[in-house]
């Protein structure tokens, strides 16, 4: 992976490049519930 890194951004240094791999092979956050939003009201015409 840090190969990788370093291919995409080459002029990364050792600290950016572990912050990059920690970041990536950390496992994503639940995502957050969607606001629910009322139903739109049909408009008479």
Do not use: I, Q
Request: negative net charge; proline residues 16%; without cysteine.
């Amino acid at each position: 992976m840090l190969g990788e890194l370093l291919r995409l951004a080459p002029s990364a240094n050792a600290d950016e490049l572990a912050f990059a791999a920690r970041l990536a092979a950390t496992e994503p956050e639940a995502p957050t519930p969607r606001a629910r939003y009322p139903e739109p009201v049909p408009s008479d015409k």
